[in-house]
């Protein structure tokens, strides 16, 4: 595998690094507490890729649904980084991507392509920043974007807006703007893209009323690894896993979701809770369910993320035990900053 710690780590830490590097920070505060802020590196993720042999997949963000960490939820949004051969292919940018990818220590030159599931803002809202942050930090300017209709349009349309921005930069430090971004819309079923490492599939899922929602596959020469994207349980997804050694599965657990939502009614949440449950049941899948999808493709390791809800009290059993009624494989529940 190439060394994708190398030259691209000069640049994160002369441009953005300071803070974190600072010894007078480090010294004050602890380690776990810096990694609680989301300050400084994640050393165990560090380690687990620089003695990877073969594909890994770094779960970045595992909370479902547009809130920001707080007390109480500190998943970040949905957002995953797969790194194959130096190659680094990102799926989802959630609230927190770029923080989130810097601190696993791959290099934003190794980021390949990038590739989004829906348009919910839990899955792309830092799209945009992550393209640009990434271009100041040495990602190439032959990444490739990949995501549903009219994902050119709101490409073409981010870069306007950063158009300023980008240009002061490329004149102060005389490198090549970003002026475009190479993007293939998907909205149909079938391969989506391909290369060396990667033969990249997508199926439609069924998330209303975003359409279309997408679900990937990815198969890497030594390993396949699948999402599911946001959906109800569909048969669809279990057919596109079909022998996966990894199925990444959204999960919500309904005794907790209608506990939150009543709470949240109570602090005057202007929705009905039968109106809220009827979202839910309509867009999204019991953990119970998951299980199934996962045994129906006969993955060998489920991991449970993009939780509903995204709250630290609810412990990894909670999570794996109405999954494993159905799922005899290994079960993960996933948190942020994993390597699967
Ligand atoms: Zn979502
Ligand atoms: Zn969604």
Redesign the pocket.
Known sequence: MRDTSGSAGVTRRGLVGGLAASPVLAAAIPVAAQELAGLGPAEHVRAQLKDAKGTKLVLLGTG??PAPTSLGRMRRM?SHVMLSNGAAYVLDCGLGVTNQFARTGIAFGAVHSVFITHH?P??NIEYGPFLVIGWIQGMPLSVRAFGPPPLGEMTADFLRFAKTTIGFWAEDFRIKPLEAVAVAEVSAAGPVTEDDNVKVSAVIVNHPPVKPALAYRFDFRDRAIAFSG?TTPLDAVAHLAKGADVLVH?AMYVPAVEAFVQARIAQGFPVSFDAFMAHMKADHSPVEEVGRIAEEAGVKTLVLS?LTPAEDSIGDDTWRAPAAKHFKGEIVVGHDLMVV
């Open positions: 479902a649904g949905t919910h839990d899955h946001d959204e993009h």
